[in-house]
């Protein structure tokens, strides 16, 4: 059942204006994907591979919606500055544990913008030589994208818009939010 977003999640939902997506939306979208991708990778023991702590509950959902056998692996990154994320730049704090060389590797990903720190990324996973390697994310801001990456499974096509919700954060919270909704004004001031 849908939880009613004022009476559920008071203290949160009240600093939101709108909500984008509910989570039944979010949920059927996330099974379809789960559908597609157990397709596509049946006979492949694909291992799928998460940066924390965003893609939190779109890679616990999307696991469970895949029906063929699978694996999980994380990686944790942290900005060095600003101005070094402005460039994609990020430092590695958690790497892999599992080896993906000749794997089939789907980098999931909760939001794609500028594509600068899924490119990067990238980057660093295509060095272990992995059999495939394709990304998957739930939200796309395509006017955003200053790189042209090629991402293979995508939830929702987003406005240019911050939003919280489903993992995603503004100053780490709003992360609990089953639902993804738009800030109010005042409340993204002070981001
Ligand atoms: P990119 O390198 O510009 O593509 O950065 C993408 C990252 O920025 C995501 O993995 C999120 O952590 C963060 N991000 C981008 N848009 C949003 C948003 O609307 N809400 C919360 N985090 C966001």
Known sequence: MN????????????????????????????????????????????????????????IADLLRAITIP?????????????????KGLVRLVKDLEVPITDRHVLFVEDVV????????????????????LEV??????????????????IGFELPDRFVVGYGLDHRERYRNLPFVGLLKPQVLRNK
């Open 70 to 86: 699978v694996e999980v692996d994380f990686m944790a990154v942290a900005s060095y500055s600003a101005e070094a994320r402005d």
């Open 3 to 58: 939880p009613s977003p004022n009476t559920e999640y008071p203290e949160l939902a009240g600093d939101l204006s709108e909500i984008l997506l509910t989570t039944e939306q979010i949920q059927e979208r996330v099974h379809e994907l789960g559908q597609q991708i157990s397709l596509d990778y049946a006979g492949k023991n694909p291992i799928l591979v998460g940066v924390l702590k965003g893609v939190l509950f779109f």
């Open 113 to 132: 913008d500028t594509g600068l720190t899924l490119n990067y990324l990238l980057q660093t996973l295509r060095m272990h030589k992995p059999a495939s």
């Open 136 to 153: 998957c994310t739930l939200f796309s801001k395509h006017k955003l994208r200053l790189i042209d990456l090629k991402l293979k499974y």
